[in-house]
């Protein structure tokens, strides 16, 4: 199984106390390995601090890693630590590590480095022991070459490097995946033992799973809850069934111009648009790529 496979390479790595850079899809399952990761490593007893650098501005996100002082910018009304003093001895995971400003990379390079940083608007020099655990969803050494990423940070993070295929290449682990998803969900929500049909096994490994691990534990979760007996069915796991042409493609589309032709307030386009955002979890690349273009249209 290639989710097996990579545990057992994530027990062999863990020990080695190096930077993990860990690349994937959106919804591949990247923190949940960077939490094995921890867990299997000497530094489990301490903790592990995740930090999605894609989703902090970059006037925040020195501060969010390092610290700051009071009053070293406006809205600091008091000290505060930082992720690295927050953990450590222990493992601090930088999720979508790509989206990381150049700036701030200058600074946790020398982190890497030197083992010693500074909180914004200090002058104390502070030191942190952390194993840093990275991810991201882009192509680091593209990033490099197109300038947008340090490339002597590249080659600290990339010390031992994990790739994560997505779950359309990994049909094998998807009904136990599934299994695992229901029995995790009805054990929280005190419901009694749901059990997957080989029909709904099938219908699970049809689609393509764009959104991946992630849209898969959405759509057991969503079975569960609409469940009306202990075995889900095809007709029970809410998703399309795959295509099988052309053909009955283009009877789909032929259905929605007819539907647009008929109702003139509908944006067909637009609607389309969000649609293929929700399904990729929001994750703009991803709906790019699911539309064939370079980059997902903004207007």
Same mark, same amino acid.
């Given at each position: 199984?290639?989710?097996? =496979? ?27 390995? !960077? ?29 969010? +890693? ?57 002058? =104390? ?8 655990? !990275? ?17 002597? +940070? ?8 994990? @790739? ?5 290449? @990994? ?11 229901? @029995? ?31 849209? +898969? ?9 609409? !469940?009306?007996? =202990? ?12 295509? @099988? ?26 609607? +389309? ?27």
């Amino acid at each position: 199984r290639a989710f097996q =496979d990579i545990f057992k390479t994530v027990g062999r790595v863990a020990r080695t106390d190096a930077p993990v850079l860990i690349y994937g899809e959106s919804g591949t399952g990247k923190e949940l390995v !960077a939490n094995a990761v921890h867990e299997y490593s000497p530094r489990r007893k301490n903790e592990m601090v995740a930090l999605n650098c894609g989703a902090i501005p970059e006037n925040l996100l020195e501060s969010e +890693l390092f610290g700051h002082e009071k009053g070293s910018f406006t809205g600091a009304a008091a000290k505060r630590a930082g992720r690295f003093e927050q953990c450590d001895n222990g493992t601090l995971f930088l999720d979508e590590i790509g989206d990381m400003p150049l700036p701030v990379q200058v600074k946790l390079l020398r982190v890497l480095q030197e083992g010693t940083f500074s909180r914004v608007g200090g002058n =104390d020099v502070l030191t942190s022991d952390v194993r840093i655990v !990275a991810a991201t969803n882009k192509d680091l050494a593209q990033e490099v070459r197109e300038g947008r990423f340090r490339e002597d +940070l590249y080659y600290r993070l990339n010390v031992v490097e994990l @790739r994560l295929p997505p779950l359309r290449e @990994r049909l094998e682990d998807i009904p136990l995946l599934a299994e695992f998803f229901l @029995r995790k969900i009805t054990k929280k929500n005190g419901m009694a033992r749901i059990r997957l049909s080989g029909e709904a096994i099938a219908v699970l490994q049809e689609h393509k799973w764009p959104g991946n691990v992630r849209e +898969l534990e959405n759509t057991m979760a969503r079975a569960t809850a609409l !469940a009306t007996s =202990d075995v889900l069915l095809a007709s029970d796991i809410p998703i399309g069934r795959t295509l @099988r042409s052309n053909g009955e493609i283009t009877q789909i589309l032929d259905q929605l111009f007819n539907f647009s032709e008929e109702n003139p307030d509908i944006n067909l386009y637009d609607e +389309l648009m969000r649609y293929i955002l929700k399904r990729s979890g929001g994750d703009k690349e991803l709906a790019a790529k699911i539309l064939g273009a370079a980059e997902f249209p903004t207007a």
